[in-house]
């Protein structure tokens, strides 16, 4: 048995869907899990240079025999859910809904709408957190995925109990992820900057909740970092310390050229700032991880594009991941040198600690 939960340390997008569809392929997880709602967006590139986009489902679709299941503490948009379903041509037998999954209804982005929330907090308007307060209040008009078979037929075939399901697989020994949301800096509980975060808690802890798992079962908890991390546009979004500008990572990186990276769901070009070593301690903290992995490795220095091998990366890498190692925590087992899910490597050797890593100042 193992429970692996992927959770962000920053303020989302920092890789956990590459990294989460990287250990689904590497440790042949039986069952990938998605939390969240369609508001965030998590993505690779493939070996085809494609980009991957999923707001619902899981990035472990990526290995053939892995089941893809959504739990009972998500929402669901069911159009998006849909259209992603049938996009990758999954088949029906890949696929589970928990019946409590609570529906975002068109009211919901109506709602968000007529709040303000993009121009207050740069919401996406999903209906996200206008659902998730109707769900806290039991309104009457509340429904789950099990009240709209009526009215989307197609959801009916993949209906069932995620946590029951999840619970008898570790029981039977199978091997199951967690593919966490958003990022540790937006906790609707932990974060330093409520109200700018998001409508969730989005720590390990908060995810094991949304499943229906006791934490006495997890084996593995993988916190994502990036190298410069990124908010989503518009200053009302909240404060990212040590703000920079796309051109000036590009001079520094050496990128032979632009970079900017965008919002999966509104498209918007996202802020991006020096990594905080502060909020990295302070999320590693909080979720106890076993395991650590670090994307944009490229960012540091073009030249680390690609690199397999820890003992080739640029001085910047390397004085970086020192510092890392020094004030964060002890070691780091995988690395991002690129967008592509093949640009993930696993350092080698990998010693796998026996408690979890902390480094205690």
Not at 82 to 86: G, L, T, V
């Given at each position: 048995m193992s429970l692996w939960v992927v959770v962000g340390g920053q303020y989302g997008s920092e890789g956990k869907g590459k990294v989460s569809a990287f250990i689904t392929k590497q440790e042949n997880i039986d069952i990938c899990v998605r939390c969240g709602g369609p508001n965030s967006g998590h993505s690779f590139v493939d070996e085809h240079g494609k980009t991957i986009v999923l707001r619902q489902l899981p990035t472990g679709f990526v290995n053939p025999r892995t089941r893809l299941l959504i739990p009972a503490g998500a929402l669901i948009d069911p159009l998006i859910l849909?259209?992603?379903?049938?996009s990758i041509g999954l088949p029906r037998e890949r696929i589970g809904i928990d019946r409590k999954c609570f529906i975002i209804e068109e009211k919901d982005r109506e709602k968000e709408q007529a709040?303000?929330?993009?121009?207050?907090?740069?919401?996406?308007?999903?209906?996200?957190?206008?659902?998730?307060?109707?769900?806290?209040?039991?309104?009457?008009?509340?429904?789950?995925?099990?009240?709209?078979?009526?009215?989307?037929?197609?959801?009916?075939?993949?209906?069932?109990?995620?946590?029951?399901?999840?619970?008898?697989?570790?029981?039977?020994?199978?091997?199951?992820?967690?593919?966490?949301?958003?990022?540790f800096g937006l906790s609707l509980y932990h974060s330093d900057h409520f109200p700018k975060t998001t409508s969730r808690d989005t720590t390990a802890a908060g995810f094991l909740s949304e499943v229906g798992l006791s934490p006495r079962l997890v084996t593995e908890i993988v916190v994502v970092f990036r190298t410069f991390p990124i908010r989503v546009a518009g200053h009302q979004a909240g404060p990212l310390k040590d703000e920079i500008t796309w051109d000036q990572l590009q001079q520094e990186s050496r990128y032979p050229n632009p970079i900017e990276e965008r919002t999966s769901v509104t498209h918007k070009i996202r802020r991006v700032g020096r990594f905080d070593w502060e909020l990295a301690k302070r999320a590693v903290l909080f979720n106890r991880p076993t395991r650590l992995a670090i994307n944009g490795v490229d960012y540091l220095n073009f030249e680390n594009l690609g690199i397999r091998e820890e003992q080739n990366l640029t001085a910047e890498a390397k004085n970086f991941l020192d510092r890392f190692y020094s004030d964060v925590a002890p070691e780091v087992q995988y690395l991002g040198v690129g967008p592509k899910l093949s640009h993930i490597v696993r350092l080698s050797p990998c010693n796998q600690p026996a408690s979890p890593v902390l480094r205690v100042a």
């Open positions: 849909k259209q992603e379903i049938e709040l303000g929330l993009r121009e207050r907090l740069s919401s996406t308007l999903c209906g996200v957190g206008a659902a998730q307060s109707r769900r806290v209040l039991r309104a009457e008009d509340a429904r789950s995925a099990r009240d709209i078979s009526s009215e989307h037929p197609w959801i009916s075939q993949y209906l069932t109990d995620v946590g029951d399901e999840v619970n008898t697989a570790l029981d039977r020994d199978k091997k199951v992820l967690i593919e966490g949301t958003q990022g």
